[in-house]
C-alpha cells in the first residue's frame, strides 16, 4: 500500500481557546514565589503534556514581559524547561534576548542551549536586532539606547532553626536564581518522615534573604543560625528519600527547584558541629555530661517533653507503683518506680529512636555554638556522645560522671542520662498531671 493510507501519527494535543485564554490570564503577573503559583502549577501538570508548548507561546505572546517571571519559574522545572525558554522568543524586549542569549552560551543543557537558539531566532525574525555568541543583546543595543541596570545577585547561604520536640526544623536556602535576581527556599523537614512542606520566594538583595529568615523564626520561636550550603543540601537530600519512603508526596516547590538546589558535593557522615568541636575532647571535660539535663530549661527545648498520651501507659504504671495496694517498704517503693522509669526511657528512647535523638542533640550542638553558647553547645555534645557507648564486657565510666548513675558496661547507654533521665521523669509527671486533671473532670461532671 502507497504512503497515504499508512497509519497516521496521532496528532499533538491541543487547549480549547476558552482554556487556553483562561491559563494565560490567570498566569499573567502571578508570583512564582506566592502561594498562588503552586496550585498554578499543579494545573498546568494536569494539562497533556503537548499542550504546554502551547501554553507557553500563547504566555509569551499575550504577555510580553510580564510573562518573564513566570517563564523563568517554569524553566526551572526539567521537563517543561526546553517550552518554557523557547517561548521566551516571543517576548520583544532586550531582557527576553539577553536572557536568551546567556542560556545559549552558557546553559550545561544542550536541549536548552538549542531551545534558546530558537528563540533568538524568532527575535531576530520579528525585528529584534540581536548579536551572535560573544555578545549579548544588551550590550549591542546599549549604541541606541540605555543598557539596563544589572539586577543585585544573590549568592548561596543556608540557615536551619531548632528542632523542635517532633523532630522537625526550618530550612531556608538561599540561591541565585535563574538568569537574574535570587530565590529563598523555605521547608519543613522532619527527621523521621522528610520534606513536609516548601516555599519559594524571589529576592533582590541578601538582605532580603535575611529578614525574611528572620522573620519565620520569630513567628516560629524557634532561634536559627547560618549553617554550611552543602550541609543543607545534604539534609534536603535526606529528606527527599525519607518522604518517599513514607509514600509521602514531595511538595511542589521543592520539585520546581530541586534541580538549582543541586546535589551534596561532600560526604556528610557526621553534622558539621564535629568540625567546630572534639567530642572527645569534650567528654574529657569534667562535668558536662552531669549539666546536660540543664538543657531542658533552655527554651529551644522546651517542647522535647514527651506527649501526654504515649506517656499514659507508664504514668498508671507509675501511679500504681506510688499508690498501689501492696505495703512495700520506702526503697522497694522507689525501685519499683526506677523500674518503670527505665522501661519508659528505653521503649521510648531505645532501639533507632536512641540514634534519632543523638542526631537531634548534635544537630542542636551546633546551633548552639552558632548562637554564642558554648558551654551549652558542649554539654549538648557530651549528652549525644555518650549514646555512642555500647555495652562492653567492662564498666566504663565517663569523665565528669557519677560511677553510680552512668556506669555503662551491661546497661543501657541511656541508664543514669541526666538529660533522658529528666526528660522522661517530668514526661511522666506531666502526664500524671493530666490524668489527675481528667478524673478531677469526669466526677465533677
Excluded at 534576548?97 to 537558539?117: F, H, N, T, V
Excluded at 562535668?287 to 529551644?300: A, N, Q, Y
Excluded at 564486657?393 to 543501657?412: F, K, Q, V
Amino acid at each position: 500500500m502507497g504512503k497515504k493510507n499508512q497509519e497516521r501519527q496521532p496528532s499533538t494535543p491541543r487547549l480549547s481557546e476558552e482554556v487556553l485564554n483562561e491559563l494565560v490570564a490567570r498566569a499573567v503577573g502571578l508570583d512564582p514565589g506566592g502561594e498562588e503559583f503552586s496550585s498554578f502549577l499543579l494545573r498546568l501538570r494536569s494539562i497533556p503534556a503537548g499542550a504546554f508548548p502551547q501554553f507557553a507561546n500563547a504566555l509569551a505572546r499575550q504577555g510580553q514581559e510580564k510573562a518573564l517571571p513566570i517563564l523563568l519559574a517554569l524553566a526551572c522545572a526539567e521537563d517543561l524547561a526546553p517550552a518554557a525558554v523557547e517561548s521566551i522568543g516571543w517576548v520583544q524586549s532586550l531582557e527576553a534576548a539577553s536572557l536568551l542569549q546567556a542560556q545559549s552560551d552558557a546553559s550545561p543543557s544542550r536541549e536548552i542551549r538549542k531551545a534558546a537558539g530558537r528563540g533568538l531566532h524568532r527575535l531576530r525574525s520579528l525585528g529584534l536586532h540581536v548579536e551572535t555568541a560573544g555578545e549579548t543583546a544588551a550590550v549591542q543595543a546599549s549604541q541606541v539606547a540605555p543598557a539596563p541596570q544589572p539586577r543585585p545577585t544573590s549568592k548561596t547561604r543556608a540557615w536551619a532553626s531548632a528542632v523542635d520536640g517532633h523532630g522537625s526544623r526550618f530550612l531556608f536556602l538561599e540561591m541565585p536564581r535563574p538568569f537574574s535576581g535570587g530565590v529563598l527556599v523555605f521547608m519543613m523537614v522532619n527527621d523521621k518522615s522528610g520534606i513536609l512542606e516548601a516555599r519559594a520566594g524571589h529576592v533582590h538583595v541578601d538582605e532580603d534573604a535575611q529578614n525574611r529568615v528572620d522573620e519565620v523564626s520569630g513567628q516560629s520561636r524557634l532561634p536559627h543560625t547560618e549553617i554550611p550550603f552543602d550541609y543543607a543540601r545534604h539534609m534536603v537530600k535526606e529528606g527527599q528519600q525519607k518522604a518517599q519512603e513514607h509514600g509521602q508526596p514531595l511538595p511542589v516547590d521543592y520539585m520546581v527547584w530541586k534541580e538549582s538546589i543541586g546535589q551534596p558535593e561532600g560526604h556528610w557522615e557526621k553534622p558539621p558541629v564535629y568540625q567546630e568541636l572534639n567530642a572527645a575532647k569534650v567528654l574529657m571535660e569534667p562535668g558536662l555530661l552531669e549539666e546536660s539535663d540543664r538543657l531542658l530549661d533552655l527554651r529551644e527545648f522546651r517542647s522535647w517533653f514527651l506527649e501526654t498520651d504515649e506517656m499514659r501507659p507508664y504514668a498508671q504504671e507509675m501511679e500504681q507503683a506510688r499508690h498501689g495496694s501492696l505495703v512495700l517498704s520506702q526503697e522497694a517503693q522507689m525501685k519499683r518506680q526506677e523500674r518503670v522509669l527505665t522501661r519508659a526511657m528505653e521503649d521510648l528512647l531505645g532501639g533507632e529512636d536512641r540514634a534519632v535523638y543523638k542526631k537531634r542533640l548534635e544537630e542542636m550542638s551546633y546551633l548552639l555554638l552558632r548562637t554564642d553558647r558554648e558551654r551549652a553547645a558542649k554539654i549538648a555534645l557530651a549528652a549525644a556522645a555518650a549514646l555512642e557507648q555500647e555495652q562492653s564486657p567492662s564498666r566504663i565510666y565517663l569523665p565528669g560522671s557519677r560511677a553510680a548513675n552512668l556506669a555503662i558496661g551491661e546497661r543501657s547507654p541511656l541508664a543514669g542520662h541526666p538529660f533522658f533521665k529528666r526528660l522522661v521523669a517530668e514526661s511522666l509527671e506531666r502526664a500524671l498531671g493530666e490524668i489527675t486533671r481528667d478524673r478531677k473532670v469526669i466526677v465533677a461532671g
